[in-house]
Nanobody, 119 residues
Framework: QVQLVESGGGLMQAGGSLRLSCVASRSIFSIDAMAMAWYRQAPGKQRELVAAITSGDRTNYADSVKGRFTISRDNAKNTVSLQMNSLKPEDTAVYYC???????????WGQGTQVTVSS
């Protein structure tokens, strides 16, 4: 019912910036009806919430990324983005886009995009 496709990952030096994008395609729900989030999972660690934005555009961030990352949504393009600045080696992980549809109580995930930050 909802297909999420991420892009924008890659290799970056510490201190640099990357922008991740997630497009909700083949979705019967518009993105403005869903709470969207970015999670990440580093090798050997559990998946963790990085940033989230509600359908009402309230945002919240993990303490480790506050002041460096910004989540935003473009409802017209059915896209949610994560701007990552001042990247650190500890930001290295696979980043996943998540959509939560409260109407049916379901979560959908993208396939993930690798972000690698070198020191």
């Amino acid at each position: 019912q909802v297909q999420l496709v991420e892009s924008g990952g890659g290799l970056m030096q510490a201190g640099g910036s990357l922008r991740l994008s997630c497009v909700a395609s083949r979705s019967i729900f518009s993105i403005d009806a869903m709470a969207m989030a970015w999670y990440r999972q580093a090798p050997g660690k559990q998946r963790e919430l990085v940033a989230a934005i509600t359908s009402g555009d309230r945002t919240n961030y993990a303490d480790s990324v506050k002041g460096r990352f910004t989540i935003s949504r473009d409802n017209a393009k059915n896209t949610v983005s994560l701007q990552m600045n001042s990247l650190k080696p500890e930001d290295t992980a696979v980043y996943y886009c998540n959509a939560h549809v409260a109407l049916i109580g379901r979560d959908y995930w993208g396939q993930g995009t690798q972000v690698t930050v070198s020191s």
